[in-house]
């Protein structure tokens, strides 16, 4: 039991220590906030094109998730704007800001999955700005945090 304990006290010490931050993960994390803000803005500009002019966009046939041009811009209106904040929030080094960007950026990639049939590109490529800012936030976020502090 004292072996068992003295690994585990051994182990936060350890824990506790200072360590270096990278200056590549606090670029990753700021490219990631910076991309979030891009990502949303594109996102924004897709709602408006779909609120304005909701003809821009092709209905599929026997599509599962069948929702009217209006419905998508609002759909992406408010999840451009959401990503924007976030991402600001992000490089402001916000710690309660990385949770909240990798939550924004999952549904996001997952609205822009339902959204292929209608613009392919478009949705893919929001879709890999949204699993980089996950992985970016999941793996570097908390030097950028320490790095703050």
Do not use: C, K
Not at 46 to 58: C, H, K, T
Not at 101 to 111: G, H, K, N, P
């Amino acid at each position: 039991m004292t072996v068992a304990h003295g690994a585990a006290a051994s182990h936060y010490e350890s824990a506790g220590e200072e360590h270096e931050v990278s200056g590549w993960a606090i670029g990753f994390v700021l490219f990631a906030g910076v991309m979030m803000v891009l990502a949303g803005g594109f996102q924004i500009f897709s709602g408006l094109v779909a609120l304005f002019q909701n003809e821009f966009y092709v209905s599929t046939r026997n599509y599962l998730f069948q929702f009217d041009a209006t419905a998508w811009g609002w759909i992406h209106l408010l999840f451009g704007v959401l990503v924007m904040v976030a991402g600001f929030a992000v490089m402001a080094g916000q710690t309660w800001a990385r949770v909240v960007a990798i939550v924004l950026a999952s549904l996001s990639a997952l609205a822009n999955f339902t959204f292929i049939p209608y613009y392919p590109f478009w949705a893919l490529t929001i879709i890999a700005i949204d699993i980089f800012v996950i992985w970016a936030l999941a793996v570097h976020g908390r030097d950028v945090r320490d790095f703050t502090s």
